[in-house]
């Protein structure tokens, strides 16, 4: 069965200052990954997806995150935090080939961005 | 709107009473997803209905949980007999017929039960 680990509960980082959120994952063959942010009393608002091709992928509000097949990982980053950007962050898997099976998610990271 | 909508935004109930949550995908998605949220912690997922095929129930915590999807668009997650463990976010989704698309959630339901 597939899973996703988010070994951090909370990141800290200076506004200003790079961040990253770490995932990584396990799936049977090849995966489509996501990332989502979650605002307070919000849903899940996607960031991102790799799907395949190049291994950095841009997403929105200045969010990237980098696939490593070797690894198994697929970290978001970003270069320069706001304070904007304090939230709760998702990362999460489906196996390539299982349809539109509902993805599985981490358990959540929550970034802190202190002015 | 463009996006999911939940609706109630929150819910108060007292135990034993029977809920229902109500979700209105985005127009044209095929699949349809209820994930329960408890406060702090990940998405826990419910059920999923993909067009007309069999519901994939193997989320549902108990006989307690069912839902349905009526035409093929709006659902209603139903819960009897409400348990204080029951107190939770339920989220929505909805998301094309495309895997390689991402699922769009609605705000959620806030339940509390008394």
């Known amino acids: 069965a597939q899973s996703v680990a988010q070994p951090e509960d909370q990141v800290n980082v200076a506004e200003g200052n790079p961040l990253t959120v770490k995932c990584t994952y396990s799936?049977?063959?090849?995966?489509?990954l996501f990332w989502y942010v979650q605002y307070p009393n919000r849903g899940l608002q996607f960031l991102l997806k790799?799907?395949?091709?190049?291994?950095l992928v841009k997403g929105s509000y200045g969010f990237e995150a980098e696939f490593n097949k070797s690894q198994t990982s697929f970290h978001l980053k970003k270069p320069s935090a706001l304070v904007s950007d304090s939230a709760l962050y998702f990362c999460a898997v489906r196996p390539k080939g299982s349809g539109n099976t509902p993805l599985v998610f981490g358990k959540g990271t929550r970034l802190s961005v202190i002015a | 709107g463009a996006g999911v909508s939940q609706s109630p935004s929150n819910k108060v109930t007292e135990k034993g009473k029977d809920v229902e949550l109500r979700c209105d995908p985005i127009?044209?998605?095929?699949?349809l997803y209820w994930y329960r949220q408890s406060l702090g912690q990940g998405l826990e997922f419910l059920i999923y209905?993909?067009?007309?095929?069999?519901?994939?129930k193997s989320g549902l915590p108990s006989d307690r949980f069912s839902a349905e999807r009526t035409g093929g668009s709006v659902s209603t997650l139903t819960i009897q007999r409400t348990q204080q463990e029951d107190s939770a976010v339920y989220l929505c989704?909805?998301?094309?017929?495309?895997?390689?698309?991402?699922?769009?959630f609605g705000d959620g339901t806030r339940l509390s039960i008394l």
């Open positions: 209905f993909q067009g007309n095929s069999a519901p994939d």
């Open positions: 799936v049977s063959g090849n995966p489509y």
């Open positions: 790799y799907i395949t091709g190049d291994n």
């Open positions: 127009s044209g998605h095929t699949a």
């Open positions: 989704a909805s998301s094309s017929g495309n895997p390689d698309q991402p699922q769009h």
